[in-house]
């Protein structure tokens, strides 16, 4: 059974920071690459972050520098630190699997989504 829950979002001012965490299921999370996807009010999905099952990390040049994505391999949970945040990052932020090609973030097409945590960030 596929199963993703996000946590940690909130309301933060501009310049501060946030964790989010998921919990995945062990058929989504073993082997995969998997990434964080947020949602603004209006606008598509966009892929920002990834990380491969042996560590390597790719980012959206929106988010270079600022966000960092992890996992904890043994707890099948995926984190996404971010700091320095800014208004347009505001949205609902899920995690999912993704891909890693040319150094770049690559999104899928996933059946299944969890219900993602809101992120808001006011001046």
């Known amino acids: 059974q596929e199963q993703l829950v996000e946590s940690g979002g909130g309301l933060v001012r501009a310049g501060g920071s946030l964790r989010l965490s998921c919990a995945a299921s062990?058929?989504?999370?073993?082997?995969?690459?998997l990434g964080w996807y947020r949602q603004a009010p209006g606008n598509q999905r966009e892929l920002v972050a990834t990380i491969a099952s042996g560590g390597s990390t790719n980012y959206a040049d929106s988010v270079k520098g600022r966000f960092t994505i992890s996992r904890d391999n043994a707890k099948s949970t995926v984190f996404l630190q971010m700091d320095s945040l800014k208004p347009e990052d505001t949205g609902v932020y899920y995690c999912?699997?993704?891909?890693?090609?040319?150094?770049?973030?690559?999104?899928?097409?996933?059946?299944?989504w969890g219900q993602g945590t809101q992120v808001t960030v006011s001046l």
């Open positions: 999912n699997r993704a891909l890693q090609f040319g150094g770049r973030p690559v999104p899928l097409a996933n059946g299944y």
């Open positions: 062990g058929r989504i999370f073993s082997g995969n690459t």
